[in-house]
Nanobody, 126 residues
Framework: QVQLVESGGGLVQAGGSLRLSCAAS????????IGWFCQAPGKEREFVAA????????YYADAVKGRFTISRDNAKNTAYLQMNSLDPEDTAVYYC???????????????????WGQGTQVTVSS
């Protein structure tokens, strides 16, 4: 059983930054991939970024490349999403998720992620 708890959301002006955290309960955690997804009102949940825990390989959606950075802290069993140059279009609930991902094409596939946090709201004002 994997439990994930997100934190760090809030209200920020356009151009600002936020860092989201995802604390995970499972040890050892090296067998999992952690993904971040976002869901805006009336829209599908979308892939943002993912990190392969054992070697730190990262994957990003095109919309966030160069602005967002995913990372992890092994000692704290915590993943992070550093979000810079935020835009009102980034406003959404952000979820972290965990999965054992075996295919490269699946990192952005929300269907393979079996464990989800409760989400944290990010609101970017113009």
């Amino acid at each position: 059983q994997v439990q994930l708890v997100e934190s760090g959301g809030g209200l920020v002006q356009a151009g600002g930054s936020l860092r989201l955290s995802c604390a995970a309960s499972v040890r050892p955690f090296s067998i999992y991939t952690i993904g971040w997804f976002c869901q805006a009102p009336g829209k599908e949940r979308e892939f943002v970024a993912a990190i392969r825990w054992n070697d730190g390989m990262t994957y990003y959606a095109d919309a966030v490349k160069g602005r967002f950075t995913i990372s992890r802290d092994n000692a704290k069993n915590t993943a992070y999403l550093q979000m810079n140059s935020l835009d009102p279009e980034d406003t959404a609930v952000y979820y972290c998720a965990a999965a054992r991902v075996y295919r490269g094409s699946d990192y952005g596939n929300k269907g393979v992620y079996g464990y989800w946090g409760q989400g944290t709201q990010v609101t970017v004002s113009s």
